[in-house]
């Protein structure tokens, strides 16, 4: 709705007339360019080139019908030009025997013509019909204009249920047509067969509230049901501008990873063996001698190996800073067993394991361990080593989810999307087995079909459209 | 949209970069003030927060 235009002067020019079956004031709009035009007190179609306006058609309204929703007079604004609403029609078609109708509101500007803006549970398009014949591809359900891919989303046979006002056309109740529509989101091209001519049209899709505003409506448009054929995703854009920016940060991930493992002392700070003896009585715990832990703050890793088979070994331990008396306080289980059953051998457990103190200062430390295990299992040999300033994978991994997960949940919210407007197309089915695979593969998902990878490619080449 | 993950990422690899540069880890420990310097010469008066553990002596 931008660029400037001429408009129609901001006078209503009509031409009176009167309805020769009812009597009923008629107004003409479009002048000479109207064909039929529809009386709304008897609703008779009437001949409008003919000067004694012959009745063409009478039809039954139904009280449920609803009146237009822009009523007709009325100017509104479309891409700079002001157009007056000067017809209206409901359309119908059956699927599965359910009757789906949507709205067509005629627009006419005597400098710019005809325009449509068609509206169905609240999804509205601004259509005209288009000057070239679009390509179409063969074998696919494709078609190409001005260079833009269309893929076919849905034929039926539309049936002129209502109609008000007037038309450029030969317009009947009953009437019926051939539509396809080969969507390109936010833009539809249509097609309209019937046994004399096809009409090429194109959409583009407009937000109820842009309409409101063009036209100067009160109150708020109706409430936008579901997602519509051709209706741009909220997300389009954002998908490939997130998983770019995923990348760049995992890029980063590694960088930081290569640095911090580079640059982490990782340094040995005490190693020793011992053993248990299980049937001893005497006191088990024993302190080691006092190692140095230098640099900045940072974790102490605290690996422990034990000779055990079939048994275990429990180590309270203490690691504590001679000077400060600050002590931390752990206690580790070193435990394995093995055997042989119906299933075969198995093992359970480890005879290593390993722990990490967070944010150790630095100082002089030593450990105190206090060993326990099973009484008269022999003697139980093991051996702790202390290394200082060991990066942390874990944290590597845990940032790898966390950048992957939302932009893994918006790429799920963009297929989410093209699922729901592909479920509502006659050609979703088949929509993955062509070339142009984009929004096809989404609604795939539902099938299952396809890798994740796969997936998340299609879903970029989409987002990239 | 972008800026708002662009934020994000930047925090989540800040927050990676310092947590990696403080030694932080995912292990709980109990820390304990002023053990005395006698538990040096005598360990069996210190009392480990985890004596008392329940060992699984068990097996498949």
Not at chain 1, 157 to 179: D, H, I
């Given at each position: 709705?931008?660029?400037?235009?001429?408009?129609?002067?901001?006078?209503?020019?009509?031409?009176?007339?009167?309805?020769?079956?009812?009597?009923?004031?008629?107004?003409?709009r479009s002048?000479?360019?109207?064909?039929?035009?529809?009386?709304?007190?008897?609703?008779?179609i009437?001949?409008?080139?003919?000067?004694?306006l012959?009745i063409?058609?009478?039809f039954?309204?139904?009280?449920?019908?609803?009146?237009?929703?822009?009523?007709?007079?009325?100017?509104?604004?479309?891409?700079?030009?002001?157009?007056?609403?000067?017809?209206?029609?409901?359309?119908?078609?059956?699927?599965?025997?359910?009757?789906?109708?949507?709205h067509?509101?005629l627009?006419?500007?005597?400098?710019?013509?005809?325009?449509?803006?068609?509206?169905?549970n609240g999804?509205?398009?601004?259509?005209?019909?288009?000057?070239?014949?679009?390509?179409?591809?063969p074998?696919?359900n494709?078609l190409?204009?001005?260079?833009e891919t269309?893929?076919?989303?849905?034929?039926?046979?539309?049936?002129?249920?209502?109609v008000?006002?007037?038309?450029?056309?030969?317009?009947?109740?009953?009437?019926?047509a051939?539509?396809?529509?080969?969507?390109s989101?936010?833009?539809?091209?249509?097609?309209e067969?019937?046994?004399?001519?096809?009409?090429w049209?194109?959409?583009?899709?407009?937000?109820?509230r842009?309409?409101?505003?063009?036209?100067k409506?009160?109150?708020?448009?109706?409430?936008?049901?579901?997602?519509?054929?051709?209706?741009?995703?909220?997300?389009?854009?954002?998908?490939?501008?997130?998983?770019?920016?995923c990348?760049?940060?995992?890029?980063?991930?590694?960088?930081?990873?290569?640095?911090?493992?580079a640059?982490?002392r990782?340094?040995?700070?005490?190693s020793?063996?011992?053993?248990?003896?299980?049937?001893?009585?005497?006191?088990?715990?024993?302190v080691?001698?006092?190692?140095?832990?230098?640099?900045?703050?940072?974790?102490?890793?605290?690996?422990?190996?034990?000779?055990v088979?079939n048994?275990?070994?429990?180590l309270?331990?203490a690691?504590?800073?001679?000077?400060?008396?600050?002590?931390y306080?752990?206690?580790?289980?070193?435990?394995?067993?093995?055997?042989?059953?119906?299933?075969?051998?198995?093992?359970?457990?480890?005879?290593?394991?390993?722990?990490?103190?967070?944010?150790?200062?630095?100082?002089?430390?030593?450990?105190?361990?206090?060993?326990?295990?099973?009484?008269?299992?022999?003697?139980?040999?093991?051996?702790i080593?202390?290394?200082?300033?060991?990066?942390?994978?874990?944290f590597?991994?845990i940032?790898?989810l966390?950048?992957?997960?939302?932009?893994?949940?918006?790429?799920?919210k963009?297929?989410n999307f093209?699922?729901l407007r592909?479920?509502?197309?006659?050609?979703?089915?088949?929509?993955?087995?062509?070339?142009?695979?984009?929004?096809?593969?989404?609604?795939?998902?539902?099938?299952?079909?396809?890798?994740?990878a796969?997936?998340?490619?299609?879903?970029?080449?989409?987002?990239?459209? | 949209?972008?800026n708002?993950?662009?934020?994000?990422?930047?925090?989540?690899?800040?927050a990676l970069?310092?947590?990696?540069?403080?030694?932080?880890?995912?292990?709980?420990?109990?820390?304990?003030?002023?053990?005395?310097?006698?538990?040096r010469?005598n360990?069996?008066?210190?009392?480990?927060?985890?004596?008392?553990?329940?060992?699984y002596?068990g097996?498949?």
């Amino acid at each position: 709705m931008s660029s400037s235009g001429p408009t129609p002067s901001s006078n209503p020019q009509v031409k009176a007339l009167n309805c020769p079956g009812c009597g009923a004031a008629l107004t003409l709009r479009s002048f000479s360019q109207a064909v039929t035009v529809v009386c709304d007190s008897c609703h008779s179609i009437l001949d409008a080139q003919d000067p004694r306006l012959k009745i063409l058609q009478k039809f039954q309204v139904e009280t449920s019908e609803d009146p237009p929703l822009i009523p007709l007079g009325n100017r509104g604004t479309i891409r700079g030009a002001q157009y007056e609403v000067i017809g209206f029609q409901r359309r119908t078609i059956r699927v599965d025997g359910m009757p789906y109708s949507w709205h067509e509101y005629l627009l006419f500007n005597p400098f710019k013509g005809f325009r449509y803006l068609t509206e169905y549970n609240g999804h509205w398009n601004d259509a005209s019909v288009l000057r070239a014949i679009p390509v179409s591809s063969p074998g696919a359900n494709t078609l190409n204009y001005l260079g833009e891919t269309y893929r076919l989303f849905q034929t039926a046979n539309a049936e002129t249920g209502y109609v008000l006002g007037e038309f450029p056309w030969q317009v009947r109740v009953g009437e019926t047509a051939e539509v396809s529509d080969y969507i390109s989101p936010p833009r539809v091209i249509s097609s309209e067969k019937t046994d004399q001519e096809i009409t090429w049209s194109m959409g583009e899709y407009l937000a109820g509230r842009d309409v409101w505003k063009a036209f100067k409506l009160a109150g708020n448009p109706p409430q936008a049901v579901g997602v519509y054929e051709n209706q741009p995703s909220p997300l389009i854009g954002h998908v490939k501008a997130v998983w770019k920016l995923c990348a760049a940060f995992l890029l980063a991930l590694v960088v930081l990873i290569i640095g911090f493992y580079a640059t982490a002392r990782n340094e040995q700070v005490f190693s020793q063996s011992y053993s248990f003896n299980t049937n001893g009585k005497t006191e088990a715990s024993f302190v080691t001698d006092v190692f140095e832990l230098k640099g900045r703050t940072s974790d102490v890793e605290i690996d422990t190996q034990a000779g055990v088979n079939n048994s275990w070994i429990y180590l309270n331990y203490a690691l504590i800073n001679e000077d400060t008396g600050h002590a931390y306080d752990f206690g580790r289980e070193v435990s394995y067993y093995s055997g042989y059953d119906s299933d075969g051998s198995w093992t359970e457990g480890s005879q290593k394991d390993s722990v990490t103190i967070p944010s150790v200062p630095p100082g002089r430390y030593y450990l105190r361990v206090e060993p326990e295990s099973e009484y008269y299992r022999g003697t139980i040999y093991y051996s702790i080593a202390l290394r200082r300033d060991v990066p942390q994978f874990s944290f590597f991994g845990i940032a790898a989810l966390a950048l992957l997960i939302p932009a893994g949940f918006i790429t799920w919210k963009f297929m989410n999307f093209e699922h729901l407007r592909w479920a509502e197309s006659d050609y979703s089915n088949s929509a993955g087995s062509d070339d142009n695979q984009n929004a096809g593969s989404a609604a795939g998902i539902a099938g299952g079909i396809g890798t994740v990878a796969g997936l998340i490619g299609d879903a970029l080449d989409i987002a990239d459209e | 949209m972008r800026n708002a993950f662009f934020i994000y990422g930047l925090t989540i690899l800040s927050a990676l970069a310092w947590a990696e540069y403080r030694g932080w880890s995912l292990n709980r420990v109990d820390e304990v003030k002023n053990v005395p310097r006698s538990v040096r010469d005598n360990p069996g008066s210190y009392r480990s927060v985890y004596g008392y553990y329940h060992h699984y002596t068990g097996g498949k």
